[in-house]
């Protein structure tokens, strides 16, 4: 079965600092990754795909993700963290079938 | 191109009662998936709609069920609430193929049980 592990519920970085967020993922065929966004209230928005084309994604607003099969890793960065950042970030690992399966979520807070 | 909306977008219901949310797709979108989201957690699967037929369920009791209609909208309905179903649920849609399909969200329709 497939499963994502998001490794701290809570990250806080200062404004210009760089920004990681950590998502391991579990899964006995090649896994399609997907990092989401979500902001209070609001939907998910996706911010980066992997689909095996590339191990480097990069995506809107400035993050990137390294896809490590070694390391079953997928995690988030950004090279300077703006106040706008600020929202939570939700790792998702899709099967065939286009089902999500989620981490639990990190909550980005930016001090200015 | 309005994407995926979802109605209503907040919604009381007290204990036992029962609620139909409802879901359009993004245009040109033939799949469309159902999450529930607690607070504080990541969504999870309740199921999957593609050519108006359950596709794939995940682990929700009957009492959620759905429905998907030939313009590819959808209902999530649930009987007998709970205080537990208290969520915001989250409607998906996608262009059915292989799993590296985006899937689009919409904002959400957050219940209230009481």
């Known amino acids: 079965a497939q499963s994502v592990t998001q490794l701290g519920s809570h990250v806080s970085v200062s404004e210009g600092a760089l920004v990681l967020l950590r998502c391991n993922y579990s899964?006995?065929?090649?896994?399609?990754l997907f990092w989401y966004v979500q902001y209070p209230n609001q939907g998910l928005q996706l911010l980066l795909k992997?689909?095996?084309?590339?191990?480097l994604v990069k995506g809107i607003n400035g993050f990137e993700a390294e896809f490590k099969k070694s390391e079953t890793s997928f995690h988030l960065t950004k090279p300077s963290a703006h106040m706008s950042d600020a929202a939570e970030y939700f790792c998702a690992v899709s099967d065939f079938g286009d089902k999500y399966i989620f981490g639990t979520g990190t909550r980005l807070k930016v001090l200015a | 191109d309005a994407g995926v909306t979802q109605s209503p977008t907040h919604l009381i219901k007290t204990r036992g009662q029962q609620v139909t949310l409802r879901c359009s797709p993004k245009?040109?979108?033939?799949?469309v998936s159902w999450y529930q989201q607690a607070l504080g957690q990541g969504p999870q699967f309740i199921f999957q709609y593609y050519e108006e037929e359950e596709r794939q369920r995940g682990n929700f009791p009957d009492r959620f069920s759905g429905h998907q209609f030939p313009n590819y909208s959808s209902e999530l309905n649930v009987n007998a609430l709970l205080l537990g179903d208290s969520a915001l649920y989250l409607c998906?849609?996608?262009?059915?193929?292989?799993?590296?399909?985006?899937?689009?969200f919409g904002q959400g329709t957050r219940l209230t049980v009481v």
């Open positions: 899964s006995s065929v090649p896994p399609y």
């Open positions: 245009s040109g979108h033939d799949t």
């Open positions: 998906a849609s996608s262009l059915a193929g292989t799993g590296n399909t985006e899937a689009f």
């Open positions: 992997y689909t095996s084309a590339a191990t």
